[in-house]
């Protein structure tokens, strides 16, 4: 798959939102040195590593990948970049057993397969097929060594927000006032059909209620950047975003 850079956006100082072609990833920046939060498909891992070339860096340069949660269109290309770079990946603990496949908090082909004359849902599973989605390849992360900002450059603090998988967590970057949110709260998906801040359809979370629930947590951060894992970068406030997403949260499917 292509580099795509065209999809690589300066969303504040020292935060880059890069689109993939249906899953996004974010490259925080501090003088040399970066953190990846999340990356994509298997087949994204030429794209992570372009966007990171793309903005003047090497891979090298990553001192450590934080996952949201370890859906495959979000661990799916780090076993290529850490076997390459030797990069340290960290998740929540309750997220590492499922980074290591002990279990999969994922939709099924068969539960895909129901939902295939919906509108967009065909199309969207062959580029799942084609990006290597059905991969179960384990990512050894490590669960976060502090409470509070971690020290890795752009010094984003983890926000629990269980549901989605059991172990999902946002990063709340205080100083770009910026929320990565990956699937707890996003904005678009190729087989929704809403616009604006949304939940993502109900077949990709584990546990829908509590996803919802957690999206309280989300509501408080102090922040008016929005960095979802799907759909394109909003800006604002995230009590807004949120109160748009419960309404929304009505209409989904
Ligand atoms: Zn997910």
């Given amino acids: 798959m292509s580099a795509r ?106 539960t895909i397969l129901s939902h295939l004359w919906r509108p967009g849902v065909a199309s969207w599973t062959l580029h799942v097929l084609r990006s290597g989605g059905t991969s179960r390849e384990p990512v050894r992360a490590l669960p976060f060594p502090d409470e509070g900002p971690l020290d890795l450059p752009g010094r984003p603090v983890p926000v629990p927000t269980y549901g989605h998988t059991s172990g999902h967590n946002c990063y709340h970057l205080p100083s770009a006032g910026a929320v990565v949110t990956g699937d707890t709260l996003c904005t678009g998906h190729a087989i929704s059909r809403l616009t604006g801040p949304q939940p993502l359809p109900s077949l990709f979370h584990h546990d829908r209620d509590r996803m919802l629930a957690a999206l309280d947590t989300v509501a408080g951060l102090d922040a008016d950047l929005l960095l979802p894992g799907h759909g394109p970068l909003t800006r604002v406030p995230m009590a807004e975003a949120v109160a748009a997403a419960r309404v929304n949260a009505s209409r989904t499917w």
Avoid: M
């Avoid at 996004?24 to 040399?32: A, C, K, S, T």
């Fill in 5 to 110: 850079p065209e999809g690589v956006v300066k969303a504040a100082d020292g935060v880059y939102f890069v689109g993939g072609a249906h899953v996004n990833w974010v490259i925080l920046e501090e003088g040399d040195d970066l953190t990846l939060i999340d990356a994509g498909y298997p087949g994204d891992a030429d794209a992570v590593e372009g966007s990171i070339r793309h903005i003047g860096h090497r891979p090298e340069d990553v001192r450590g990948v934080l996952v949201t949660h370890a859906h495959v269109d979000h661990i799916g290309s780090l076993p290529r970049f850490t076997a390459r770079y030797g990069t340290p990946v960290y998740a929540d603990a309750r997220e590492v057993p499922h980074a290591a496949r002990e279990y999969l908090e994922q939709v099924t082909p068969a």
